[in-house]
Each structure stands twice: as C-alpha cells, then as structure tokens.
C-alpha cells in the first residue's frame, strides 16, 4: 500500500516564527489533504489539495503531484498553532480512504 | 447542516462489555468511513459504506467488530466483549460521490477499556 511520510516529527517555534511541514508519499494518488488536530483530537480540514498551490489566511500548501510531496507552509505562528498536523492520501481505486501519515507534532512557544 | 457528528465523545467501560457509536455523516454525502486512532499514530482505516452498502473492511477489523448503516443516513459501529486494546479514539468521516472527494471528520468518540 500507499506509504506517507511527514518530516520532522515534533517541531517548537517561537511565535511569530514561520515553518514549514513536508508530507511524502510512495505512489500517485488522486486526493490529498492537510488536517490540524486540535487538543480535544477532532481532525480539522485544513487543505484539500491533489495539485497546485492554495493559500488559506498565515497557511498555505503546494502539492507537487509528479514528484509525491506536499509542503505546508505556516507563517507568523501563533500558539493557537500548537497541534499535530497530518497528511492524508488516498486513491479513486482504493474506495478513496485516507492513509495518513504519522504527523508532525508543533509547539508555538508564547 | 453542522458537519458530521459522532455520538458519545467519550466512553468507559470494563472489560467484556459491549459499546455502540454513531455517527451522522453530512446530509448529501454518500460515503461513510469509520477510522482508529492510537495515542502517537494516525488515523488507521477500519470500513466504508456507499450509502447502505459495506463495501470494505480493514483487517484491523476483528470478528467482535461490526459496522451498520442501514438507511445510509447514519452509522453504528459496534464492538463486542471488548478488551484493553480497542482503547482508542474512533473517528467517522463522510465524503460526497463526486469528483471532489474532500473528507469531513466528527469530533471523534473516545473509548477507553478499562
């Protein structure tokens, strides 16, 4: 099956400081999607992004399909950043069901 | 229509007993995925519906596990004679049939076996 890797796995910033989240993934996929877990563990979207570039207010994200990775981009964190974000992947030929990878855990320091 | 919904958000129990979680997906959408989450990993597949049909279960699915959606409107996922490690967070997420396959999450019910 599919493997996702994230990188780096925890990550402490400063506020104000910007950073960026790096999702890889092993084979072609038709889906891909950007989620932030809150503290309470509900997963919420972030970015629905197969291909191309979104932004979205401080976040943005840029899927580069043909070489099967994604950046996500955070700038002037806040500590309201804190949370683990995840990267999701999935198939048309795979009833389009998430893999997700093992996340990135943030501290945004005050 | 607020999202999807999952029903309880938090459940103990002991050990042996029986639970049951619901879960209402967005209104329009058809598909229907139920997922596991252990501390320190990501969400891990258990089973999908289209509409009223189970059309896939994971592995990671035991015989004490069953999913309904009879009407495919909302969902149960029950698991029987449970044991300590089916402690976990179990999410329902739902998704419309269409080109836009972009998946809403509930807030997730959190079951711990004690």
């Known amino acids: 099956g599919i493997q996702v890797e994230q990188s780096p796995p925890d990550l402490i910033l400063q506020e104000g400081a910007n950073s960026t989240l790096r999702c890889n993934f092993s084979?072609?996929?038709?889906?891909l999607q950007w989620f932030h877990q809150n503290p309470w563990g509900q997963l919420i979207n972030l970015f629905y992004i197969p291909s191309g570039t979104k932004q979205n207010g401080r976040l943005s994200a840029t899927t580069v399909a043909t070489e099967r990775y994604s950046l996500l981009y955070i700038s002037s964190s806040q500590t309201t950043d804190s949370g683990v974000y995840f990267c999701?992947?999935?198939?048309?030929?795979?009833?389009?069901?998430?893999?997700f990878g093992s996340g990135t855990r943030l501290l945004v320091r005050p | 229509d607020t999202g999807v919904s999952q029903d309880p958000r938090h459940k103990i129990t002991k050990r042996g007993q029986n639970v049951t979680f619901r879960c209402d997906p967005i209104?329009?959408?058809?598909?229907l995925y139920w997922y596991r989450q252990t501390l320190g990993q990501g969400p891990e597949f258990l089973t999908y519906f289209q509409n009223e049909a189970q059309l896939e279960k994971s592995r990671l699915l035991s015989d004490r596990f069953s999913a309904e959606r009879p009407k495919g409107s909302f969902s149960t996922l029950e698991i029987q004679r449970t044991e300590q490690g089916d402690s976990a967070m179990y999410l329902c997420?739902?998704?419309?049939?269409?080109?836009?396959?972009?998946?809403?999450f509930g807030q997730g019910t959190r079951l711990t076996v004690v």
């Open positions: 084979d072609s996929v038709n889906n």
């Open positions: 209104s329009e959408h058809n598909r």
């Open positions: 999701a992947v999935s198939r048309m030929d795979s009833s389009y069901k998430l893999i």
């Open positions: 997420a739902s998704t419309e049939q269409a080109m836009n396959t972009e998946a809403f």
